[in-house]
């Protein structure tokens, strides 16, 4: 069973920056260079939306509305996903969380940003960027 724990969430003000990690544990029969991973986030009231995504060869993809401010990286020798997060605005207030899909790499070559395309997920670390 593949768990996922998020970390490095907290309160910022506006301007400021964070980085989020995703610990990835009990990876067996795949081996975690393998996972394409994502960012998503939720704010109260709000439907869950993708932030950014990358696949097992590093390919990227973003919301327009964190283009230029986030950078979602992963680091296989330690089974870690990232998300550096500059630029913060209040808007971005929310409960982040962390994906894994069982796929190196969608046919179009773009990492996809719809839960319904992942299969395991952490339990969210929260963000509060104030005003």
């Known amino acids: 069973q593949v768990l996922l724990v998020e970390s490095g969430g907290g309160s910022v003000q506006a301007g400021g920056s964070l980085r989020l990690s995703c610990a990835a544990s009990?990876?067996?029969?795949?081996?975690?260079?393998?996972?394409?991973m994502a960012w998503f986030r939720q704010a109260p009231g709000k439907e869950r939306e993708g932030v950014a995504g990358?696949?097992?060869?590093?390919?990227?993809n973003y919301a327009d509305s964190v283009k230029d401010r986030f950078t979602i990286s992963k680091d296989n020798a330690k089974n870690t996903l990232y998300l550096e997060m500059n630029s913060l605005k209040p808007e971005d207030t929310a409960m982040y969380y962390c994906?894994?899909?069982?796929?190196?790499?969608?046919?179009?070559?773009?990492?996809?940003?719809?839960?319904?395309?992942?299969?395991?997920w952490g339990q969210g670390t929260q963000v509060i960027v104030s005003s």
């Open positions: 009990g990876i067996t029969n795949t081996p975690y260079s393998s996972y394409s």
């Open positions: 994906a894994a899909a069982s796929r190196r790499w969608w046919s179009d070559g773009i990492p996809k940003l719809m839960g319904s395309e992942y299969v395991h």
């Open positions: 990358v696949d097992s060869v590093h390919r990227t």
